[in-house]
């Protein structure tokens, strides 16, 4: 569950709150003054604070200035009224992680704190690798014994402590964002904020001034001036993922400030000064990017110097047994009615032999599905996703996909994006028959909704949240593909801007 605090003075506001957050997932406590918040901090703990900037007794600036101090890494949103923006401004530059601005629109507000705790979670658990994996407080681990897997272990220990930028590369699922967290979380920055950035998912034009900010009036739809998540995350690490999508002028700015710290804001010509750790990753091969004039050469260097390269899932099966182990016992603890916490022989070695082209995630997703599927302690062979079983049965596991120069994004290894592109000519009536014995099977799984919520996720992340390139691909008008965004709730999850 969530804790989220509410520090507002104004009992209209913390009434709507109550409405707007009355979910289970979420626990809301509010505080009629900054001073009544500071106090309720260090009991509550919480996992984001809204505030309100116009308070009577301590205002929001300067209760802000107090969190920071007590906490650096609480996230906390601002709220402000029309024609205050700039102290609002102000709020970022202590470190906000955002502001609304009042009379607020309820859609965006959700949108804005749902991200919020998204990125408060990153923060905060716990990511160890081992030989840590078997503690208590461990949230989350990276978890491997391979020989190419040690060797991460050994450079995350390495470059945890030093303030270094890293190059984190790898397919698809390989686990990159979980090595940049545990980087992080094992450094002396741990204490700082850690804020990630899809630079893949925020369309190329808005990019440059989501991490630097602009002036005022930099551009079109420039209202008011903006603080960028470099200026906002001083003094604790930014992790850029898929950096080989950013554009040349953008990768300009980036080396400038990993070479002095410095920047301007677009559209300024004052120079910021920040003290930020830069950790990117990318499932792009750079080289190629080099060559074809794509990625900044002077760039790539600078972040080749300490590059963690993870292997794909098919060069360490032997870790296989012991993520399945790992994935079970997560997800069992996670959820009471999923049962086995262990798993069959034979299907172990279902498991073992495929190739997984989407690696540990796709690993992942397919134990999960296996164990809604079932019905004992124990996870059968024939609980394991059929795509899986036949490629193995078949002798014909699936080619692990090809990332080609020039394209970007996310690559077709989703599971079950390998069963269509796998298989030739589209065979719709097979692969509905298939998936229809698997429905068969559970009636939990809710077939229809869940393909269909998978489907527009892939077309969104495959056009970077185009809707209405994505619509195309699906076959369905725009208008269809809103309100399916809108039902299943995709926006947050795939962070569209
Ligand atoms: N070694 C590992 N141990 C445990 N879980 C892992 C490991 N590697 C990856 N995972 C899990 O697999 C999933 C995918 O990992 P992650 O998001 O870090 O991959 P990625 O390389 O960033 O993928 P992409 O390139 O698609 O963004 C996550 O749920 C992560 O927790
Ligand atoms: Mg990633």
Redesign the pocket.
Known sequence: MDKLLLIDDETDVQYSFKRIFDSPEIELTTADSGEAGLELIPKLRPDLVIMDIRMGGLNGLETLRRIRQIDARLLVIMMTAYGTTQTAIEAMKLGAYDYLLKPFDVPKLKNIVFGALKAARDMRQVVAFQPELEAEDVD?????RSDP?QNVFKMIGQLAGSKATVL?T???????????RAIYQNGDRSTQPFLAINCAAIPENLLESELFGHEKGAFTGAAAMRIGKFEQCNNGTIFL??IGDMSLPTQTKILRVLQSGTFERVGGNQPVQVDVRVIA?T?RPLEQAVAAKEFREDLFYRLNVMRIQ?PPLRERST?IRL?VT??LRKFANANHQVRPRSIAEDAMAILERYRWPG???E??NAVLRASVVAKGDVLLPADLPPEICAAVATGSPVAPAPIAAGTSG?PSSEPGGSVLSSSGPTDMAGLSRMLFDWARRDPKLKILPSIEREMVINALRETKGNQVQAAKLLGITRATLRKRVEKFGIKQELSIA
């Open positions: 989350i681990g990276v978890v491997g897997m984190i790898g397919e698809s699922g390989t686990g990159k964002e979980l090595v940049a993922d898929e990753a499932n993870l870790d993520l790992y994935f690696n540990v995630r690993l992942e996310v």
